[in-house]
């Protein structure tokens, strides 16, 4: 039997990996920082997903429960990886309570952080209650709380969803693209003119970038069946004037400044690095890129490669990405980690 | 032993998911029409590749060899699939010449069909020899030809990128974002001017989806350090004036109607359905979504599925998709489809 494959971090990515090791036969160890699985989409609180349209809570939420009941893979919450030596097939994982975890081979699906949108100031989050983020209406939907203005409770009739707050912006040292955020807008833009029939909303944007397939389903349907209306805009800041928030900034298709009066105003928050990278670095002597992401091997031949030899990379760890292409990359990189622990133990046999 | 995996197509997804089932150790039988392995990085004589920048015929290249050398993939080239029976665990698959070939699952990675620019006959392709699409220009530097107009083999001074050729135009039937065209002009776009530092190398837009970190790579890097410009635009015609080319449109950021001459003029084509999906579908009794694609099942727990159990999907078919992600969903396909078979072994042995 060859050595388990040490998994870091349990999103999409990382309970794709796993499990997808773990049904090739193959034994897994899953370690996780907080106190439970299924990163971002359930920690914190995501509703329906592009481009199933699935519950987060059940989609992820399902892929959590055939982890934890895989008789294969043994789960560690609330604990880091602190240490980790050795080297392809024979790795050994220090966590933080002592215990060590012999491994052949690590993937670490360790995500990314949400930009913090009080890093764009005259964008008014943190100054005015009802400037709010795509992570905070997704809450608002997957608690059936419905969506509300947070500063007296009632349903906005008027709401403005901002894109690339953190993307794109090298004023605050952001110039990768988020890659999702423009589809995942959409989507809410959707799920909001749905829930609430009366209301109006605009999406403010730099490019509109529905890739492929979602053009028809976000960007084409949220306009013709849903009546979202997209403002190519430069925005200069958020307002208010007593009453209402105030959208400033330049129409870049007409030339003109405008101001628009909102009830509630949505950054569409970008991908940072994990807070955690320059850590998860040093420990697993991982390079990153440029912007701090976990860097990627560049060739095709080994596509879920790090800099480090036996160490592999699936999801947002090493970018921007999606919840599909880091399920895809999850099984891609256990794929890669499977053929070097047998290997490994084919080679020991001989 | 379980039954073998029957992959039919060798591009990229179907190279990376037989690679990965072989070294798995599970027996494939790969099926390609054309006459030798590849798909289109191949077949196409692509250049560079986005975003590794790697020779195709270097790295695709190199998965060919791989999988042409391992012992437990069986390759038949110039045939077809005809006829496909059985259920999980138990298909067979008749090949052209009669042959029998017994699966356990399969996995559809039949790619896309170039848009062929004919069908857009007002941006002047098919009438003038200097006017190419993308794909042309890859081979003139795979070739080591270099970039020449093709009327008289000079080398142009001025050139265009016409972006969405075949993409996102109601007008011809294609709703869809070809997803990789943008990051691939933009990498071309550097290449010209690598290659010809005298030439000045204009894109004509109308949103740049230089999704991810490919917005560092390739839209700033294009602008700051090969100085390409970006025009948004949206294209009447392309004529001449007997000399030049002449590209006629409106610029959509100034509303000013604009003419400029160029000595060569690059669509940047998209990726329809394969032609072959009709047949396909009828064939693997798969359903295609609306544009002609083969579906994919929508849910998470089972990314790489079609509408019929125990066919799987990756990279193309199921709509445009970049050469990194089919290796990913190959290798992701490649899990799903060993999980089939060695739950259907375990329970044959129960």
Same mark, same amino acid.
């Given at each position: 039997?060859?050595?388990?494959?040490?998994?870091? *971090?349990?999103?999409?990515?990382?309970? $794709?990996?796993?499990? !997808?090791?773990?049904?090739? @036969?193959?034994? %897994?160890?899953? &370690? +996780?920082?907080?106190?439970?699985?299924?990163?971002?989409?359930?920690?914190? *609180?995501?509703?329906?997903?592009?481009? $199933?349209?699935?519950? !987060?809570?059940?989609?992820? @939420?399902?892929? %959590?429960?055939? &982890? +934890?009941?895989?008789?294969?893979?043994?789960?560690?919450?609330?604990?880091?990886?602190?240490?980790?030596?050795?080297?392809?097939?024979?790795?050994?994982?220090?966590?933080?309570?002592?215990?060590?975890?012999?491994?052949?081979?690590?993937?670490?699906?360790?995500?990314?952080?949400?930009?913090?949108?009080?890093?764009?100031?005259?964008?008014?989050?943190?100054?005015?209650?009802?400037?709010?983020?795509?992570?905070?209406?997704?809450?608002?939907?997957?608690?059936?709380?419905?969506?509300?203005?947070?500063?007296?409770?009632?349903?906005?009739?008027?709401?403005?969803?901002?894109?690339?707050?953190?993307?794109?912006?090298?004023?605050?040292?952001?110039?990768?693209?988020?890659?999702?955020?423009?589809?995942?807008?959409?989507?809410?833009?959707?799920?909001?003119?749905?829930?609430?029939?009366?209301?109006?909303?605009?999406?403010?944007?730099?490019?509109?970038?529905?890739?492929?397939?979602?053009?028809?389903?976000?960007?084409?349907?949220?306009?013709?069946?849903?009546?979202?209306?997209?403002?190519?805009?430069?925005?200069?800041?958020?307002?208010?004037?007593?009453?209402?928030?105030?959208?400033?900034?330049?129409?870049?298709?007409?030339?003109?400044?405008?101001?628009?009066?909102?009830?509630?105003?949505?950054?569409?928050?970008?991908?940072?690095?994990?807070?955690?990278?320059?850590?998860?670095?040093?420990?697993?002597?991982?390079?990153?890129?440029?912007?701090?992401?976990?860097?990627?091997?560049?060739?095709?031949?080994?596509?879920?490669?790090?800099?480090?030899?036996?160490?592999?990379?699936?999801?947002?760890?090493?970018?921007?990405?999606?919840?599909?292409?880091?399920?895809?990359?999850?099984?891609?990189?256990?794929?890669?980690?499977?053929?070097?622990?047998?290997?490994?133990?084919?080679?020991?046999?001989?």
């Amino acid at each position: 039997m060859s050595k388990p494959v040490l998994v870091v *971090g349990s999103g999409p990515a990382g309970l $794709s990996a796993a499990h !997808a090791l773990a049904e090739a @036969g193959q034994e %897994v160890v899953l &370690v +996780e920082k907080e106190d439970k699985l299924g990163g971002a989409p359930i920690l914190s *609180g995501y509703a329906r997903l592009v481009p $199933s349209r699935e519950w !987060a809570k059940e989609a992820i @939420g399902g892929m %959590v429960d055939r &982890v +934890e009941q895989h008789p294969l893979i043994t789960t560690h919450v609330n604990t880091t990886v602190e240490k980790f030596d050795g080297e392809p097939g024979a790795f050994t994982a220090t966590l933080k309570d002592g215990t060590d975890v012999k491994s052949g081979a690590a993937i670490l699906c360790t995500g990314f952080t949400h930009f913090d949108s009080v890093n764009k100031p005259e964008w008014g989050f943190g100054t005015y209650e009802d400037v709010v983020t795509t992570t905070q209406v997704e809450q608002m939907f997957s608690s059936g709380a419905g969506v509300k203005c947070p500063s007296d409770g009632r349903e906005p009739e008027r709401v403005a969803i901002l894109l690339c707050v953190g993307s794109r912006d090298r004023q605050i040292g952001r110039e990768w693209c988020s890659k999702i955020c423009c589809t995942v807008s959409a989507n809410i833009a959707m799920e909001i003119r749905e829930a609430l029939p009366n209301s109006k909303v605009y999406i403010y944007y730099m490019d509109i970038r529905t890739f492929g397939l979602y053009e028809g389903a976000y960007y084409w349907e949220s306009q013709e069946e849903h009546k979202v209306k997209y403002i190519k805009a430069r925005i200069a800041e958020v307002t208010s004037d007593g009453k209402r928030l105030i959208v400033k900034g330049e129409d870049t298709l007409v030339k003109r400044p405008i101001m628009i009066p909102f009830d509630m105003v949505v950054h569409a928050v970008g991908m940072d690095p994990n807070v955690d990278n320059m850590t998860l670095s040093a420990i697993f002597g991982v390079d990153l890129e440029k912007y701090g992401f976990i860097q990627k091997a560049s060739a095709y031949a080994q596509m879920s490669g790090t800099s480090r030899p036996g160490v592999f990379i699936a999801g947002a760890a090493a970018g921007p990405e999606t919840i599909d292409d880091s399920i895809a990359q999850g099984q891609s990189a256990a794929m890669a980690a499977l053929s070097l622990v047998n290997t490994g133990t084919k080679q020991a046999a001989e």
